[in-house]
């Protein structure tokens, strides 16, 4: 049975970008965990298992949004790094050739190209106006709110879903 983390009994630090170090106020210590969402769609910020390096899980974090403010934002900035998505901003192009769609898209990390395959299960759309998007690559991007996208990129995306 897993040891769920409620808030201020822990404190985590970095421990290279996508892991963390824990230390229990019973004194207990852990090093090297990693941080894995259990629902990695829909819970951005809840149950987040601790797995040591055989992939054993230590702990459940219930929510981030209740630990101390200096283990939330280490917490957050390892799950960013880890689940690095990069988000689009606008679509650029859209060209279709023998049912494969090619896309170029400005992202938050810069401008990308790739290609979809099948768009029926490649782009999904979620309950809060998220849109995940897979590629050919099984590379992901996210659309954060696709109401938010201009009127473009809208004609764009909108046939598809």
Known sequence: MPRYIEGSEVKFTENDKIFVDVEFYTGEKFTELELHRMF?????????ALLDKEGNEIAVIRNIEDLMPESKKVVENCLREYYMIPRIIRFIKM??????????????????????????????PLYDGRV????ANDNRYEIPNVNDL????????LPKL
Do not use: Q, V
């Open 40 to 48: 990695p769609i829909t819970g951005l910020t809840k149950y987040i």
């Open 95 to 124: 060209s279709e050739k023998f049912k494969i769609w090619m896309w170029t898209a400005e992202t938050d990390k810069g401008i990308c190209t790739f290609e979809i395959r099948n768009h029926i299960t490649a782009i999904k």
């Open 132 to 135: 995940l998007i897979k590629d």
């Open 150 to 157: 201009d009127k473009k990129s809208l004609s764009m995306i």
